[in-house]
Structure formats: structure tokens, C-alpha cells
């Protein structure tokens, strides 16, 4: 089966200072992965996606991610924190199995930025 | 923009009573599902939803819960009879049609609190 893992529930960083967030996967088959961002009191908004193209995957906001198979993972990155970046993210994968494509999320990491 | 909505955004009722979650998916979205979020745990699958009729479900989808997309435009999440366990933010999404390349679009979630 499909799973993410998200190494720490919340990271902590300065405004300015590199972002990065982690998450690996388990899968058995090449997986799709994705990163969502969710506001205080809002949805989730996909960020980026990997679909077996590029293995260094751009997003909205800055933000960027590395496919790593020998790794299984699919960090999060951002060169600078802004403090519009607080807000909890979600690494995910679709289950290549599900005729629906149903998203298998990660359990979240909580991002603060200090001033 | 085109947005996934969902009413209400906060539900309160006692264990034991019927309700209905409430979503209008993206207009011309052919795909639909539905997320659960416990608090403090992970986004989880419940239900996909493609002409008509179920697609997939998860085990937590049980004879409790049903979806309906009664017009057009809007698509229901029933839950029977509430248990004090379905407390949770219940996500709505849609996507536009098959293959990985159409992400599915979230709603701001509907936060059930069941007592």
C-alpha cells in the first residue's frame, strides 16, 4: 500500500531563512507525489506535483521539491522564508491502483515563521 | 476563479441525528470525493464519486454514510446516525476528468462536531 511519512509535525523557521520540510514515501510502484499548503480556515491548494517528468519539481510560491528514488523521498524546499508561508503542509501520493486516483496524505507539518 | 464551496462550515450535532454535508464542485468537473480530517490526524479518503455512482470507497466508508449528487451542481455526504467518532473536518473535492495531469480542487472543509 501506499504511504507518506512527514518527519516533524512543525518547523520552526526565521523570516529569510531556508525552508525545509520532509516526507518520504513507500510504494511499490512509481508513485505520484504531491505537496499541499493549507491556510488557517481554507482549503487544500495543491503546490506542486511529481508525475514521473522532471525529478526537481517547481511550485507556486517559491516553493520546490527533489524526487529522490533512492532516497523515497520528496522534500520540500524554499530558498527564503516569507511569513506569508505559515500555514500547514501536506506531502501526499496517489495510489496508481485506485481507479479513482484517490490521494493518500502524509499526517502534516505546521510551518511557523519567526519574524 | 472557479472554487470548490461547502456548507456549512461548522456543524454541531447530537450523536445519534442525521446530517448532510454540503458541496457544489467546480462546474465542469466530472470527478468527486470526499476527505475526513480527525483532529490531529491525517487527511484520509472516504469516497469517490463518477457517474452516478460510487467509484471507490474506504473501509471507513461504511453503511453509515452515503454520497448523492441530487442536481447538477450539488454533492452531498450523509452520515445516518452520528457517532461521537465523526467528529472530524470533512473535505470535499473535484477534478476535471481522468489521468494525473487533472488535480483535484479541495473546499474549505466542513468542521462536524458530533456530542
Known amino acids: 500500500a501506499q504511504s507518506v511519512t512527514q518527519l516533524g509535525s512543525h518547523v520552526s523557521v526565521s523570516e529569510g531563512a531556508l525552508v525545509l520540510l520532509r516526507c518520504n514515501y513507500s510504494s511499490s510502484v512509481p508513485p505520484y507525489l504531491f505537496w499541499y499548503v493549507q491556510y488557517p480556515n481554507q482549503g487544500l491548494q495543491l503546490l506542486l506535483k511529481y508525475t514521473s517528468a522532471a525529478t526537481l519539481v517547481k511550485g507556486i510560491n517559491g516553493f520546490e521539491a527533489e524526487f529522490k528514488k533512492s532516497e523515497t523521498s520528496f522534500h520540500l524546499t524554499k530558498p527564503s522564508a516569507h511569513m506569508s508561508d505559515a500555514a500547514e503542509y501536506f506531502c501526499a501520493v496517489s495510489d496508481p491502483g485506485s481507479s479513482a486516483s484517490k490521494i493518500i496524505f502524509g499526517s502534516g507539518t505546521r510551518l511557523s515563521i519567526r519574524p | 476563479e472557479p472554487e470548490v464551496t461547502q456548507t456549512p462550515s461548522h456543524q454541531v450535532t447530537q450523536m445519534g441525528q442525521e446530517v448532510i454535508l454540503r458541496c457544489v464542485p467546480i462546474s465542469n468537473h466530472l470527478y468527486f470525493y470526499w476527505y475526513r480530517q480527525i483532529l490531529g490526524q491525517k487527511v484520509e479518503f472516504l469516497v469517490s464519486?463518477?457517474?452516478?455512482?460510487?467509484?471507490?470507497k474506504s473501509e471507513i466508508f461504511d453503511d453509515q454514510f452515503s454520497v448523492e449528487r441530487p442536481d447538477g451542481s450539488n454533492f452531498t455526504l450523509k452520515i445516518r446516525s452520528t457517532k461521537l467518532e465523526d467528529s472530524a473536518m470533512y473535505f470535499c473535492?473535484?477534478?476535471?476528468?481522468?489521468?494525473?495531469?487533472?488535480?483535484?480542487?479541495f473546499g474549505p472543509g466542513t468542521r462536524l462536531t458530533v456530542l
Open positions: 473535492a473535484s477534478r476535471k476528468g481522468q489521468g494525473i495531469y487533472n488535480e483535484q480542487f
Open positions: 464519486f463518477y457517474n452516478n455512482e460510487i467509484s471507490e
